[in-house]
């Protein structure tokens, strides 16, 4: 799976999403414009000491990144999506992908990928949204779920094993 920000805004958002891409083992993919420096304090202050470990990735426009990654399926969360996230099929080359915090999506992609369109289901009357960072988390662990997380935990343990000698 790569999660992809297209023209992300806010750097603690950007690395709290990197942090989620070490802990799932996934890369991050950051199409420019970005609204931050990659070198800021806060940007790897909000990954930790995880940044390190980040399979970050940067390109010039959208056409660079299909280009270089060709994904499988793309998936594009926005609060005009028409189906819900938990309609969605995920596949392991998949993309999902999320706009910037103050303008979602370039304007042409609701036109030029409706059918990929899908919201996080919101049934509080007073949010339009939740916070980039959570709604990347929430999207990447279903993704996650359907591609067989017992998988990856029985893995993790046989490394954590492992590494202790046992």
């Given at each position: 799976m790569h999660i992809v920000l297209l023209h992300p805004e806010i750097p603690h958002?950007?690395?709290?999403?990197?942090?989620?891409?070490?802990?799932?083992?996934?890369?991050?993919?950051?199409?420019?414009?970005?609204?931050?420096?990659?070198?800021?304090?806060?940007?790897?202050?909000a990954g930790l000491d995880y940044w390190q470990h980040?399979?970050?990735?940067?390109?010039?426009?959208?056409?660079?990144f299909l280009e270089s990654v060709r994904p499988s399926k793309l998936h594009f969360a926005s609060t005009r999506g028409t189906r819900s996230l938990y309609d969605c099929c995920?596949?392991?080359?998949d993309a999902i992908l999320f706009g910037s915090e103050s303008s979602g999506l370039p304007k042409d992609f609701y036109e030029?990928?409706?059918?990929?369109?899908?919201?996080?289901?919101?049934?509080?009357?007073?949010?339009?949204?939740?916070?980039?960072a959570t709604a990347a988390a929430v999207c990447m662990y279903e993704a996650w779920r359907q591609l067989n997380h017992t998988f990856f935990i029985a893995e993790k343990n046989t490394l954590h094993r492992l590494a202790k000698g046992l």
């Open positions: 958002n950007t690395g709290a999403i990197g942090r989620l891409c070490v802990g799932l083992g996934c890369p991050l993919h950051l199409v420019r414009p970005l609204g931050f420096s990659l070198d800021e304090r806060n940007l790897k202050r980040l399979d970050a990735r940067v390109h010039e426009n959208w056409d660079a995920f596949a392991e080359n030029r990928y409706c059918e990929d369109l899908f919201q996080i289901p919101m049934p509080g009357p007073h949010a339009r949204s939740l916070n980039l």
